[in-house]
């Protein structure tokens, strides 16, 4: 896969591939990405239960922010945007699962950080396959 200098940073559930795309200073940090490992029911339920606290009244959804591990239900002026925009509609595609051939064609320094408790995927098993594609 061509990796080309310049170009964008992502901080999303895209963010891999944006990086896969554009590389820049020549080494790629990725932060807890997906890509590695099919999305897990524990990130769908994530998704779902976060979305529907953030209709909560403020005082509610400040207490079950912690409960259901998602500090952006406390944040008032993104749950307003959020709000906002509900009405816009976006195609979400879930996006695939890189091949050991395709990470292995990455031709400049990645460094991989992993969250203990992502939402996202099982990050030992994610670490454990890198591990074993060097």
Known sequence: MPLKYGARAARSRTGWTTGVEA???GALT???PVGFAPL???????VIVGGLA???P?????RVAGAVGNG????DVLMKLMLAGRSFRRRLPVPPVYTDERV????VPVQVLLGARS???????VAARLASRR
């Open 72 to 75: 952006a239900l406390r944040e």
């Open 104 to 107: 292995r064609e990455l031709s």
């Open 23 to 25: 590389v820049v200073a």
């Open 30 to 32: 990725l932060v807890d």
């Open 58 to 62: 403020r005082a509610l959804r400040h």
């Open 40 to 46: 897990t029911g524990r990130f769908y339920r994530w």
């Open 54 to 56: 953030a209709l909560l």
């Open 119 to 125: 939402a996202v995927h099982d990050a030992q098993a």
